[in-house]
């Protein structure tokens, strides 16, 4: 069941010169864009009511035509170590998924970072073997407004203000390149004050015309690629992207992402145990990671029996502790940074790969 039925296009999925023309149409001067936007992305006002700066006859004209609020919190799931996994559903009906993440101090008291993982589609196209999204297969692309209203959401319920943002939730995010670049635009405009670029991390699959292009953003961010193999052959079995864009392609679009940005790339590496976890894929992962300044987080898999996957699928099994611990030292050894990344949520299945629209019982409904 929807929460209401959509009528109006969503202000936050226009672009500048499509809002202009818009206002150009009712007379108005052009300058009336950027009041709106700083109204919605600065001031996060939630109705054109409370615009104050606007003549009435506009105000009524967007109210009638257009909305501001994409997304409505279905389920809120709380974690002992303090993550949230949030169910949003749109207005079309779909859900999706997004987890906040608090980084604590050394005393474990205070928070130093907090983190929210959102999600660029609902389901996913791309039906890597270790993640639960892929299971539940490819809903819908994301629009803009459903990416930042993620954002405004959370930050709304939780009373906070967030210092970093991660596309790694639910599904590809350079699958959906227009709409998330239409969102990065939004989210480091210097005008609206909500992230600064080097707090925004994109984790990819490995579309690499897209890394390419991405590379090319006015406002570059920080790049995350999902490698988890260090050879065609187990990349191909668990990530069926690769047989679209071998590891040879991914490495040449991830040396031109740094060439043109010079940010740092950090790999991401599940340890699955007698899969990836040889000497030999040390050695190799050694050379990938040498290839540009990087570092590689090292990160559990995490269980997706609820799932209930078959064939190879079914097969992956978790490194042991012990094992991943060696292979991040002799990465270091090799000089390359690495590090077991902490796993978030994992008691309430919002762990990485976990996220699977799963059904809860409401407990609080909420529109921004």
């Not at 906040?100 to 196209?125: A, H, K, Q």
């Not at 297969?137 to 930050?155: C, P, R, S, Y």
């Not at 709409?179 to 579309?207: C, H, M, Q, W």
Request: glycine residues 4%.
């Amino acid at each position: 069941m929807t929460f209401w039925k959509r009528l109006k296009r969503n202000i936050k999925n226009l672009n500048d010169s499509e809002l202009r023309e818009i206002l150009s149409s009712q007379k108005q001067p052009a300058f009336r864009s950027e009041q709106i936007k700083k109204a919605i992305y600065k001031n996060r006002k939630k109705e054109f009511s409370e615009i104050s700066n606007l003549p009435k006859s506009l105000t009524s004209y967007l109210t009638e035509n257009f909305e501001i609020n994409s997304l409505k919190i279905r389920t809120v799931r709380k974690s002992r170590d303090g993550s949230v996994k949030f169910l949003f559903e749109s207005l079309d009906g779909n859900s999706l998924e997004a987890v906040y993440m608090p980084w604590f101090d050394d005393s474990s008291e205070n928070v130093e970072r907090e983190t929210l993982c959102i999600s660029s589609m609902s389901g996913c196209s791309v039906g890597c073997a270790f993640c639960a999204t892929g299971k539940i297969g490819f809903k819908k692309n994301l629009e803009i407004a459903e990416m930042i209203d993620q954002i405004f959401l959370v930050e709304d319920y939780l009373h906070t203000k967030l210092t970093n943002i991660v596309l790694m939730g639910m599904g590809e995010p350079l699958m959906n390149y227009s709409n998330v670049i239409g969102a990065l635009e939004i989210l480091t405009d210097p005008n609206y004050e909500i992230f600064n670029r080097k707090r925004i991390t994109i984790s990819t699959s490995g579309i690499a015309p897209r890394i390419k292009q991405l590379a090319k953003f006015i406002r570059p961010v920080k790049l995350a690629i999902s490698l988890h193999a260090t050879s065609n052959g187990v990349r191909d079995k668990i990530m069926p992207i690769n047989q679209s864009f071998k590891l040879e392609t991914l490495m040449d679009a991830v040396e031109e992402y740094y060439k043109i940005t010079k940010i740092p790339i950090t790999y991401e590496y599940i340890i699955f145990d007698n899969l990836n976890d040889t000497e030999n894929d040390i050695v190799r992962l050694t050379k990938i990671a040498r290839r540009v300044p990087s570092r590689v987080n090292i990160i559990p898999f995490n269980d997706i029996s609820f799932t209930n996957p078959t064939g190879f699928a079914s097969e992956l099994k978790p490194a042991k502790r012990e094992k991943m611990e060696y292979f991040a030292a002799k990465l270091r050894e090799k000089g390359v940074a690495s590090i077991i990344r902490d796993t978030f949520g994992g008691d309430i299945e919002a762990a990485c790969g976990q996220l699977a629209l799963s059904e809860e019982k409401i407990i609080q409904t909420i529109e921004i």
